[in-house]
């Protein structure tokens, strides 16, 4: 499972303005209801949830929110580089600029677990995050996204 199986062109939003933590996770629900057909509402609660047990702001201004929905039919992912970096209470204080949203069906366990490595390793890439900072379009990041799968798997 490649980073591009996860995310669409259509699920990328390559200039996010959102102030707050809140207003990012609502952004991205709503992105991800467009894309998957699941209630924009239900998404946001999920993701809320998942906040209230820890932080998913990795650190080096990377989050990757995530959590599981009874209606999906697979694993969705969304894609935002913020137009300015915002708080997120990342483990290590700093603000956050790239975020990857990961929606799995209920039961996806290990499948969901794989998914969530897979973009930590990419991200974990400093290389890719300068890129990704770089880029202007949502075609742009996700042909890097593509790239940077094709490396990651030599």
Request: proline share 5%.
């Amino acid at each position: 499972m490649d980073v591009t199986d996860l995310v669409q062109p259509k699920a990328i939003i390559p200039s996010l303005k959102a102030s707050s933590k809140k207003q990012v996770l609502q952004e991205l629900a709503r992105k991800a209801s467009e894309v998957s057909g699941a209630d924009q509402r239900e998404i946001f609660d999920v993701l809320l949830e998942r906040e209230r047990l820890g932080t998913t702001g990795v650190g080096h201004g990377i989050a990757i929110p995530h959590g599981k929905l009874p209606k999906l039919e697979r694993i969705y992912g969304v894609f935002a580089r913020m137009d300015q970096p915002i708080a997120f209470d990342a483990i290590d204080d700093e603000p956050v600029d790239l975020i990857f949203l990961l929606l799995a069906p209920e039961g996806a366990g290990a499948d969901h677990l794989k998914a969530l490595a897979r973009v930590s390793r990419l991200l974990r890439d400093r290389s890719v995050c300068t890129k990704l900072r770089g880029c202007e379009s949502a075609d742009a990041i996700y042909a890097l996204f593509g790239e940077a799968a094709a490396s990651h798997a030599a």
